[in-house]
């Protein structure tokens, strides 16, 4: 899981949209490779020792599109942890994709290949991803696709009459043939596919969220959007289910944030603005129901506390920032932050496995701070101010 000390790591090796890349496994000391090599659904992909231009890719900062929300333009814009990413192959301009239901051909583990984009094939997050980090303090990283929840892998095993290129899969099970680092190409390979420099970087484009806003809100871990509708959870509080979303975005993933009380109130702005440690409470737009968490109930597994939704506005969540600029005080989008339930000091979390109502949707909890599944993004922001 991803804590505090990871994110300034993650901090310390900056990659910019349209970045140049290599994707190193840690294991086997083989390089992410397009074979070029076409199959059923695209091309092959796989992994060699030897750098070669079929070894570089591009890393794209990714945000869904969702009604009438322009296409951002992410020039030089920094890529962070939390972010949403597509990796497109230099060489054939066709993406990682993470195909559903469908068995490699070696080991029969998930399949993942290259894909054009937007293929009709897809529905569109088979070709998305986040990046966590495999455990504290280290370089290696675990790309997990946010439509199968799947893992780029690779291991010992080679792809038949390609004997010189190791298989490559989509693995469901967490080990440690998931590791990989990310650098960026080295000059001679730069000189060598005559590509330069990108330039500086420039700020990220992250507007200020104040008080009614109307949010998408995601899970830096999964990728997923906190989610509500009318259903009602079976056991428990027996009140109305919370889960994170895939994609596609829908009117269910839209949440209203109040601020109950602030730490700053010099002026009308700053009243409006969401602080740092502002207490806020979460609307949930469709069912006019507030995000809350019922004392003592557990999900149906037992080992976390549950969270619902109900009528009852009340102020029991603060805005915890991660700083990631010293000088940032109030809440920006696409910016990480946690939100804490006061009562409990547990925190809002998004886990790896189905909700207890839905095989399609992931479940939301309450837990201990230093999880990076613990941590959120403002992905779109509808203002009343704008």
């Not at 060699?48 to 296409?71: D, G, M, W």
């Not at 990046?131 to 997990?144: A, D, F, L």
């Not at 925190?347 to 941590?375: C, D, F, H, M, W």
């Amino acid at each position: 899981m991803l804590q505090e000390s990871q994110i300034k790591l993650a901090q310390q090796k900056q990659f910019l949209h349209l970045e140049l890349v290599q994707f190193l496994h840690k294991n086997q000391q083989i390089y992410l490779t397009d074979t070029n090599i076409e199959n059923k659904y695209g091309l092959q992909l796989g992994a060699q020792t030897n750098q070669t231009p079929n070894t570089v890719f591009i890393l794209e900062k990714y945000t869904p599109q969702f009604s009438y929300f322009k296409t951002p333009n992410y020039f030089n814009t920094p890529i962070i942890q939390g972010d949403l990413i597509k990796i497109k192959s230099f060489c054939s301009n066709q993406y990682v994709t993470s195909v559903p239901n469908e068995k490699s051909p070696i080991t029969k583990q998930g399949l993942m290949v290259l894909a054009k984009q937007n293929d009709v094939k897809y529905q569109g997050g088979e070709q998305v991803f986040v990046i966590q980090n495999i455990e504290e303090n280290s370089p290696y990283k675990r790309i997990v696709n946010t439509e199968t929840f799947l893992a780029l892998h690779s291991h010992s095993s080679r792809l038949k009459n390609l004997n010189h290129y190791h298989e490559v899969t989509a693995y469901k099970d967490r080990d440690l043939n998931d590791a990989w680092t990310i650098d960026i190409i080295s000059q001679e390979m730069r000189e060598l596919i005559k590509q330069q420099i990108i330039q500086e970087p420039v700020a990220r484009r992250c507007q200020d969220i104040r008080s009614s806003d109307t949010l998408f809100i995601r899970n830096s871990f999964t990728g997923g959007t906190l989610h509500s509708h009318s259903s009602k959870y079976k056991s428990g509080s027996k009140q109305q289910e919370v889960t994170w979303k895939k994609m596609p975005r829908d009117l269910n993933d839209w949440w209203v944030m109040y601020k109950i009380k602030g730490v700053q109130q010099s002026s009308d702005q700053q009243i409006q603005l969401i602080e740092n440690h502002s207490i806020i409470s979460l609307l949930h737009v469709q069912t006019k129901q507030f995000l809350t968490h019922s004392s003592g109930c557990k999900v149906k597994a037992g080992d976390y506390f549950e969270v619902c939704c109900n009528k009852q506005a009340t102020e029991e969540f603060r805005i915890e920032m991660i700083n990631v600029d010293e000088e940032l005080n109030n809440l920006k989008s696409e910016t990480p932050f946690r939100i804490c339930h006061v009562p409990t000091q547990l925190y809002l979390a998004a886990l790896e496995r189905p909700s207890s109502g839905s095989s399609t949707q992931g479940e939301i909890v309450l837990t201990v701070k230093n999880n990076g599944n613990t941590i959120w993004m403002i992905e779109q922001v509808d203002s009343i101010y704008a």
